[in-house]
C-alpha cells in the first residue's frame, strides 16, 4: 500500500470521527452537560442567597448543592442524572480537543487547549457527583479541599509559586469571563434566530448578569489563593462557599453577597438557555 492511499485512508477516518464527535450523539452530550451545570449553580446562587438572608444550614458549594439534590424526592435519581449529564459534559469538551471547537479558528492549539482543561475538570466533577450519588463521598466541603490542596502543593518544591501562579490565572481567567460577559460574546455561540425580543432579553439578563457574577466569584477565589502563596498560609485559601461569604463581609455586608448569589441563580438559568440554543 503507497503513502498516497495511506495518508487517504487516514483522512478518511479522521474525518469520520469527526462527524462522529460532531453528531447527534455528541450533541446530547452537550445540551444534557449545560444542563447538568445549570442545575449546580442554580442550586448553589439559592444556597447563597439564603446564607445572605440569614438562613439556610447547608454550604453555598457542590457538595451543599448535592446534599440539597439528594433530600428532594426522587434524589438519588436525580444525583445519577447529573453525574451522566457531566459525563456528557466531558466528553463533547474531549471532543473539542481533539477535533476542534466549533467557530472560527476553532482547530486551532489556542481553543483546543482550553477545550482540554475543561475536559478534565468537568471529568473530575462528574467524578465528585458520581461518588456522591453512589455514597462513597465526593460532596465535602470545597473549603476545607481548597486549603488541603493548597497545603499539599506548598510542601512541594517551588510550591508557594505554583500556588501563587495558579491564583493569578484565576483571577485572570475571572476577569475573562466577567469581560466577555459584559460584551456578549457569548451571542456568538447561540442560534438566536427567531427569538423573540422579550426570549433575547432574557438571554441578555441571564447571560450578561449571570457571566458577570460567575467571573467576580472566580477573581475572588484566584485573589485568596494569591494572598496565601504571598503569607504563605494555606489556610487563607478559600473553596467556593467561603469565598461567597466573604462578600457578605464587605461594607456593603450580606447585600453584596446576595447581589452575587443572584448572578449565580441567573447563571444557572443562562446554562438552561445555552442547553438549548448553544451551536455544538
Known amino acids: 500500500m503507497n503513502a498516497g492511499v495511506t495518508g487517504n485512508l487516514a483522512r478518511t477516518g ?15 452530550a452537550a445540551r444534557a452537560g449545560l444542563a447538568a451545570r445549570g442545575v449546580i449553580y442554580l442550586l448553589v446562587g439559592i444556597l447563597a442567597l439564603q446564607i445572605a438572608f440569614g438562613g439556610g444550614n447547608r454550604q453555598a458549594d457542590r457538595g451543599g448543592a448535592l446534599a440539597e439534590l439528594s ?9 445519577w442524572a447529573l453525574g451522566a ?8 469538551r474531549l471532543s473539542e480537543a481533539a477535533f476542534g471547537v466549533t467557530g472560527k479558528d476553532g482547530h486551532k492549539a489556542k481553543k483546543r487547549l482550553p477545550a482540554a482543561a475543561r475536559c478534565v475538570f468537568y471529568a473530575f466533577v462528574a467524578y465528585s457527583v458520581l461518588a456522591f450519588a453512589a455514597g462513597a463521598g465526593g460532596g465535602g466541603s470545597s473549603d476545607r479541599q481548597s486549603r488541603d490542596v493548597t497545603a499539599r502543593v506548598m510542601e512541594m518544591p517551588a510550591g508557594r509559586w505554583l500556588v501563587g501562579a495558579a491564583g493569578v490565572a484565576i483571577v485572570v481567567a475571572g476577569v475573562v469571563i466577567g469581560v466577555q460577559a459584559l460584551r456578549r460574546t457569548y451571542r456568538k455561540k447561540m442560534k438566536l434566530g427567531g427569538l423573540s425580543p422579550r426570549a433575547r432579553l432574557l438571554v441578555d439578563v441571564t447571560g450578561v448578569g449571570g457571566g458577570t457574577a460567575r467571573g467576580i466569584v472566580f477573581a475572588a477565589a484566584g485573589a485568596f489563593a494569591v494572598r496565601a502563596a504571598v503569607a504563605y498560609e494555606p489556610d487563607r485559601a478559600k473553596g467556593l462557599d467561603d469565598t461567597l461569604r466573604s462578600f457578605a463581609r464587605t461594607p456593603l455586608g450580606p447585600w453584596l453577597l446576595a447581589l452575587v448569589a443572584a448572578g449565580l441563580v441567573l447563571f444557572g438559568v443562562f446554562s438552561f438557555v445555552l442547553a438549548r440554543r448553544r451551536r455544538v
Not at 71 to 79: E, K, N, T, W
Open 14 to 28: 479522521r474525518g469520520r470521527a469527526r462527524r462522529a464527535a460532531n453528531g447527534s450523539a455528541a450533541e446530547g
Open 85 to 92: 449529564g457531566l459525563v456528557g459534559m466531558a466528553l463533547w
Open 71 to 79: 433530600d428532594r424526592p426522587f434524589g438519588a435519581v436525580l444525583l
